[in-house]
């Protein structure tokens, strides 16, 4: 069984910076790709920043030049360094992870998500 724990976040000023971390832990064979979705009150969750296990990255035109994502396989854990922070990027930042994983001797492909943490800009 797989688990995603996510960490980081919290309250920051307008133009600060915050790093949310997301780590896999379980029968996990190999992490294809892993990145982070966030959903403000009232809106769809949206695509934030993604990266997949060879480093291809991509993001939310919203987030170039200000977020990076980066990707530990040796720990199968994402970051999300967020810098220059707005208070429009306030929302529940949700790690999602797609995995190879091992069940009953056999490799799966899954895709799980993390619990949620809030990040809260201030203006």
């Known amino acids: 069984q797989v688990q995603l724990v996510e960490s980081g976040g919290g309250l920051v000023q307008a133009g600060g910076s915050l790093r949310v971390s997301c780590a896999a832990s379980?029968?996990?064979?190999?992490?294809?790709?892993m990145g982070w979705y966030r959903q403000a009150a009232g809106k769809e969750r949206e695509l934030v920043a993604r990266?997949?296990?060879?480093?291809?990255?991509e993001y939310v035109n919203s987030v170039k030049g200000r977020f990076t994502i980066s990707l530990d396989n040796a720990k199968n854990t994402a970051y999300l360094q967020m810098n220059s922070l707005e208070p429009e990027d306030t929302a529940v930042y949700y790690c999602?992870?797609?995995?190879?994983?091992?069940?009953?001797?056999?490799?799966?492909?899954?895709?799980?998500w993390g619990q949620g943490t809030q990040v809260t800009v201030s203006s």
């Open positions: 999602n992870a797609q995995l190879l994983e091992i069940a009953d001797a056999r490799p799966y492909a899954r895709e799980y």
């Open positions: 379980g029968s996990i064979a190999r992490v294809n790709a």
């Open positions: 990266i997949g296990n060879g480093g291809k990255t």
